[in-house]
Nanobody, 114 residues
Framework: VQLQASGGGLVQAGGSLRLSCAAS????????MGWYRQAPGEQRELVAY???????NYADAVKGRFTISRNNAKNTVYLQMNSLKPGDTAVYYC?????????WGKGTLVTVSS
């Protein structure tokens, strides 16, 4: 499985960005796709994930501001990020899990200026 993420960039606090991650290769219908982030000097942390069936979960820090969604026909997961804060600045990584498989995409940098 290969993951191609896009959509990062520089935005002012209060602004919005939408990240996309397209998966290619062998895709299973019982997978979980998600977004993680890693700020400088910090550990990578879960932002949100969504199952193939559409069930989702969010980190407390982003609840109410971020929305994860997916288009199974396109094998693509999205992360709509609203009301961005400087604390959201990080490299965001797309993740694909199915059974014992665990794949990561190259990160995309999100920078939120105050």
């Amino acid at each position: 499985v290969q993951l191609q993420a896009s959509g990062g960039g520089l935005v002012q606090a209060g602004g919005s960005l939408r990240l996309s991650c397209a998966a290619s290769g062998i895709i299973f219908s019982n997978d979980v796709m998600g977004w993680y982030r890693q700020a400088p000097g910090e550990q990578r942390e879960l932002v949100a994930y969504i199952t193939y069936g559409g069930s989702s979960n969010y980190a407390d820090a982003v609840k109410g501001r971020f929305t994860i969604s997916r288009n199974n026909a396109k094998n693509t997961v999205y992360l709509q990020m609203n009301s961005l804060k400087p604390g959201d600045t990080a490299v965001y990584y797309c993740n694909y899990k199915q059974g014992l498989m665990n794949y990561w995409g190259k990160g995309t940098l999100v920078t939120v200026s105050s």
